[in-house]
């Protein structure tokens, strides 16, 4: 015990221990499976007793069966409807390698025949024919090996008249037959739709075709034969591979298949129903049953929880290295590390609790959104949106990685981040509820279009009522949170400033003088902060407590004393002094009793520093007494933070313009910059982070307020005052 209470002592240690307990907690989450009892039935066994559900669960292996069957009977229907198929390509081609095949034998056969005269091509014109050109006269006998050689090779059967043809013609005819049937032949089964019963009407309109193409063309036969003959080899040769060229549109179909298979609702098992019954043979549907439910004694997949345990580590060591370049503040506090840790581990927890449930539209439920919206008002916005990514990848894992799931989650938590950056009253956090409704509902709708799933499209809604779920868990949340790790959130803030906060009621009750004097200093150094990018909330509800001290002798304050009585003037400055720098300890016994948060209790502290009490040490120098300076001194500590540092220079700044006899805009910002760098100068600005350049726009901004509350006023003419007394007086309103 004592060598882990001197490793939890260092600092370096602590935050690895915090780190090592996140993520074993995590993965023993994420790897946890709920085991009643298992047993060791196989396919083929007897049941030796009766098994029932622990839980409710989808039957996969029915539900399954059921959307197959589904799936190939819509699939059998649209295979009779013309409309889902297609042209297949691959039948033009194939055709015309076939008739290229002819016409290559044909060729190397006419290759061997001596022409019987030059040969010539004519293209004819108005119907008549040129000179004739030269043919060849090719044998029964090669005509006869030519057509064996064809259904040999290609499988086709061509008469011998439209043979004789090919090889008689002149080559330029021969040419422009092959050209003109391969064309052909790629127009119609290329481009036109060929049903299995549409074969003998295509073959009936070859000719027409044929001939209106022949005519389009201007072609005539140079060789022997009329432009009839022609044609009808034409025809020959192209119904010899005329056959149908649909196939079923496969993409169309699939498309069909998925939208029938998810209109079939899944099959339940559900708890306390029996699966098995004593004496019945195990078959593979109750196995799946039975695995799905966890009662088989499977072997440990050592593979996937390798894989789980790194893919965890990957996403935390991601979250360590931002946090250390990015947020180091939140990585050097243990505490803050716990929090966000603690945050991790209950949404985790949340996600695998409905990934129990068997529902398929579950996954849309997980409410990322909480944990983005609860890091965002108790550390950093920033940070929520690294731990939104991290979170998106874990909650992948709970899911089975389902895409849709993952893009939700990520698109409600960046969401839910964005929502919560202006929150002025807690009612606002179910307004940013809604707002990442609405965007987990689109995103869904998005994702169901883009996947074609009807399913997802059909549970859109789910991700509205996520939204209003993530609002609620942080609101209930929220405050056990910032009460366990002493953080203050903006809404804490929000609610410390009303007026009827105790303290706050009775500053207004018992030093009004008090209370106004930090009213103006609040707004003071709200501007100034939000000039310098610091808090301005924090900085504003700081100032509102930074003097609640007060209240234990409110007489004894100058502003408010009513009355030109000044007890001090009967007391010694040590006593005075005392009396005044006391308040910064009444103050912060006041707030350790009404149990006021850290942050504001450090304005209570820091708002005086460790600064000189001038006006009664310079008494009791002037008096001949032997001072010492540290006895006139406040306790300190200097302000740590700038927001505390702005209200240290709003307290004293707002007290010495009020003095000011005539506070014209010159000379309250003399006054202004006089005192800022006296405190500069004073070394009590030491311990904060404002540069020069911030304390010039504190300077700026303390200007403009202080020159709206004490800007000059009109005077009112004697004259005019004792006439309109007279008025009021005549009309009875006096």
Not at 304 to 320: K, P, Q, R
Not at 337 to 362: D, M, T
Not at 626 to 648: C, H, L, N, W
Request: aromatic share 6%.
């Amino acid at each position: 015990m004592r060598f882990f209470g001197g490793l939890w002592e260092r600092d370096g240690a602590r935050h690895w221990i915090v780190a090592s307990i996140v993520y074993v907690t995590l993965l023993g989450i994420l790897l946890a499976n709920l085991i009643p009892s298992r047993s060791e039935l196989r396919v083929g066994q007897v049941a030796t007793r009766d098994i029932s559900a622990p839980k409710t669960i989808v039957n996969r292996y029915r539900t399954q069966q059921l959307r197959q069957q589904e799936a190939e009977l819509a699939v059998d229907e649209a295979l009779q409807d013309p409309a889902n198929y297609v042209i297949d390509g691959k039948v033009a081609t194939a055709a015309g390698e076939k008739l290229g095949l002819v016409f290559d034998r044909a060729r190397e056969l006419r290759s061997q025949l001596p022409p019987a005269q030059p040969e010539g091509l004519t293209s004819g014109t108005n119907g008549s024919e040129s000179a004739p050109s030269s043919s060849l006269a090719p044998t029964s006998g090669q005509i006869s090996a030519l057509q064996q050689t064809i259904e040999a090779d290609a499988g086709l059967r061509v008469d011998k008249q439209t043979l004789t043809l090919v090889l008689s013609c002149s080559w330029q005819d021969f040419m422009q037959l092959e050209r003109v049937t391969l064309q052909l032949t790629q127009d119609l089964l290329g481009g036109r739709r060929i049903g299995t019963g549409d074969r003998e009407r295509v073959v009936a309109e070859l000719p027409d075709l044929v001939d209106s193409y022949l005519e389009r063309e201007g072609l005539l036969p140079a060789g022997p034969g009329t432009r009839e003959t022609v044609a009808e080899a034409v025809v020959a040769l192209v119904e010899s591979v005329v056959q149908p060229n649909l196939i079923p549109d496969e993409a169309k179909l699939r498309t069909i298949a998925e939208q029938a298979a998810d209109t079939v609702e899944p099959v339940m098992v559900l708890q306390g129903e029996i699966v098995v019954r004593r004496g019945d043979v195990i078959t593979r549907e109750h196995a799946e049953v039975l695995k799905d439910l966890g009662l088989q004694r499977l072997r440990t997949n050592y593979l996937t929880v390798a894989g789980i345990a790194g893919v965890l580590l990957l996403s935390l060591v991601f979250l360590a290295v931002y946090l250390w370049q990015h947020q180091r503040e939140v990585a050097a506090n243990d505490g803050l590390l716990a929090l966000l840790g603690l945050v991790l581990i209950i949404s985790v927890f949340l996600a695998k609790i409905l990934s129990l449930i068997p529902w398929e539209g579950i996954g849309y439920l997980i409410p990322s959104a909480f944990a983005a919206m609860l890091i965002t008002l108790l550390l950093d916005s920033h940070l929520a949106i690294v731990v939104v990514v991290a979170l998106s990848v874990i909650v992948g894992m709970v899911t089975d990685f389902q895409i849709s799931t993952v893009v939700t989650v990520m698109a409600g938590g960046i969401t839910g981040v964005f929502s919560v950056g202006r929150i002025s009253q807690r009612s606002d956090l179910t307004r940013a509820g809604f707002i990442v409704g609405v965007v987990n509902f689109a995103t869904i709708v998005f994702m169901a279009l883009a996947t074609n799933n009807l399913f997802i499209l059909r549970h859109s809604y789910l991700g509205i009522v996520n939204g209003i779920v993530s609002a609620v868990l942080t609101i209930g949340f929220l405050p056990y949170l910032e009460s366990l790790f002493g953080i203050t959130s903006s809404i804490k803030l929000l609610e410390l400033s009303n007026p009827n906060q105790p303290l706050l009621r009775r500053l207004l009750l018992e030093a009004p003088g008090t209370y106004h004097h930090s009213i103006l200093v609040g707004n003071l150094a709200e501007t100034a902060a939000d000039a310098v990018g610091a808090d301005g909330l924090l900085a504003r509800v700081g100032a509102t407590y930074h003097d609640i001290g007060k209240l234990k002798r409110p007489y004894l304050f100058v502003e408010n004393q009513f009355t030109t009585e000044n007890p001090h003037d009967k007391l010694s400055p040590s006593l005075s002094t005392l009396i005044i720098t006391s308040h910064v300890k009444d103050g912060l016994e006041l707030a350790r009793q009404h149990k006021l948060p850290p942050a504001l209790m450090d304005f209570i502290a820091q708002h005086h520093g460790d600064d000189l009490v001038k006006f009664f040490y310079h008494k009791a120098v002037e008096a001949g007494m032997a001072v010492d300076e540290s006895d006139f001194r406040y306790g300190g500590p200097k302000p740590q933070t700038k927001e505390t540092a702005i209200v240290m220079l709003a307290d004293s700044v707002e007290a010495a313009v009020r003095s000011l006899a005539k506070p014209t805009p010159g000379r309250i910002e003399g006054m202004v910059r006089k005192l800022i760098k006296s405190r500069l100068n004073s070394g009590q600005l030491d311990e904060c982070s404002l540069t020069l350049k911030d304390l010039d726009k504190i300077a700026h901004a303390f200007v403009q307020v202080l020159g709206g509350i004490y800007h000059s006023r009109v005077e009112y003419p004697e004259s005019a005052l004792k006439e309109e007394l007279s008025r009021d007086n005549a009309e009875g309103r006096g």
